[in-house]
């Protein structure tokens, strides 16, 4: 992908403010969520000011769809993180938005300004009149930078010529751009160093650096930590974010892993068979998960079967009030309902096996915390997080107490 950096100032200033955000909430999964939720989340957009839009995009490779119909934003200063399982569409979408493929339907947007036209066109790029530009410009013609998963240094040029290699200025405004960027990702004096006698996190940061020195308008990160040990992937996580909020660039991050995607980004994206299934805030999807497929895949999830009385909402720990749930729950009086928790929702307490609600049946020993998994006598299972102390065996009979101080997301049947 030779020079994908090149800085388009022009494009830069257009004006894109007219631009209609379009986020899709397409359920991902039909056999896993049969039905919306019963109540709503109020859609979260990116701040104003969008740079980058997919509309209607769809992918195909022979009879695969890899990406279907995806419509999405991304605004200014934002770093936007696709996440999902292998094969959910994610990296495709990368590409496409690279400019290393071309979508068959639908359009991608930059800075207002077509990039790239579906071959087949599609019905958003006939509503907007973009099916007649045909237009698809190549990786070396888009304002964008991309960040490799192997970092894709040239081992024989210095830290200086692989930062400046995307640059086409003059050699004294080069070298002016290349230490300030060094100064930027905390590497001053590695100007003159080969890839070979540079760390993990330090090659990343020159990575980093390389496809910041064209200023583009959007920059692709892709599976940016995969290749760094956990001890590191930690750290430069925060240093990578920290890194692309002081430069103010607009990132688009790709991974599949839950806590890198939730605690760098501004929002997320969350993709399964070729869909965007949600999108939003960290905190919003957390909490606020609008299907089983989301809930299952941020975290661990576990659902109570309830039944909705007139008077309590029946659990196999018992009576749950409306007012924990989120939303109004009317509407299914007299039917079953799945209730969401989670670990630190829940707490379990020795007991008798009389007076228990189920026993534990495995561990898990995290270090600073248990989760133990207890099947209750109702046939639900869940999982409850207690401090490391506090050690159960498995096989023990336990009381399950809700202690949630949220309200509880909920599906129906």
């Not at 190549?138 to 040029?157: N, S, T, Y």
Request: hydrophobic share 40%; glycine share 10%; with cysteine.
């Amino acid at each position: 992908m030779a020079r994908q950096d090149r800085t388009t100032a022009e494009a830069r200033a257009t004006d894109h403010d007219g631009v209609e955000e379009r986020l899709d909430r397409t359920r991902a999964d039909p056999t896993l969520d049969d039905g919306d939720v019963g109540w709503a989340v109020e859609e979260e957009a990116g701040a104003e000011g969008t740079v980058l839009e997919l509309d209607g995009v769809t992918k195909r490779f022979g009879d695969t769809v890899a990406v279907d119909d995806v419509s999405m934003t991304v605004s200014d200063g934002e770093l936007l993180t696709l996440l999902g399982p292998s094969g959910c569409g994610k990296t495709t979408t990368l590409r496409l938005l690279a400019g290393l493929e071309r979508p068959d339907e639908g359009v991608i947007r930059l800075n207002g300004e077509p990039v790239a036209v579906g071959a087949e066109g599609g019905a958003a790029a006939t509503e907007t009149g973009d099916v007649d530009d045909g237009r698809f410009l190549p990786p070396e013609e888009r304002d964008v930078g991309l960040v490799f998963q192997d970092f894709a240094l040239f081992p024989h040029l210095s830290v200086a010529e692989n930062v400046a290699f995307g640059l086409e200025g003059e050699a004294g405004a080069n070298a002016e751009r290349v230490n300030d960027l060094l100064d930027l990702v905390d590497l001053p004096g590695y100007e003159d160093r080969r890839p070979d006698e540079l760390s993990g996190g330090e090659r990343q940061r020159v990575a980093l650096a390389r496809s910041l020195a064209p200023e583009p308008a959007v920059l692709l990160l892709d599976e940016p930590f995969s290749n760094l040990d956990v001890r590191l992937r930690v750290a430069m996580r925060e240093e990578v974010r920290d890194i692309l909020k002081r430069a103010g660039v607009t990132a688009v991050s790709v991974t599949h892993d839950q806590e890198e995607a939730l605690s760098i980004s501004d929002r997320v994206a969350v993709m399964n068979g070729g869909h965007v299934a949600q999108i939003g805030s960290p905190e919003g999807l957390f909490q606020h998960p609008e299907s089983r497929f989301v809930a299952s895949f941020l975290g661990q999830a576990s659902f109570l079967d309830a039944e909705v009385q007139p008077d309590c909402i029946e659990t196999g720990l018992g009576c749950v009030d409306d007012d924990d749930l989120a939303g109004p729950i009317d509407a299914y009086d007299g039917t079953h309902i799945q209730i969401l928790v989670r670990p630190d929702d829940l707490r379990a307490t020795p007991a008798t096996e009389d007076g228990a609600d189920g026993r534990i049946v495995r561990r898990q020993y995290n270090g600073p915390t248990f989760v133990y998994r207890v099947e209750l006598d109702s046939g639900d299972t869940v999982h409850c997080m207690h401090n490391h102390v506090e050690e159960f065996a498995v096989g023990q009979s336990v009381t399950v107490e809700l202690t949630a101080d949220h309200e509880l997301a909920w599906y129906p049947p």
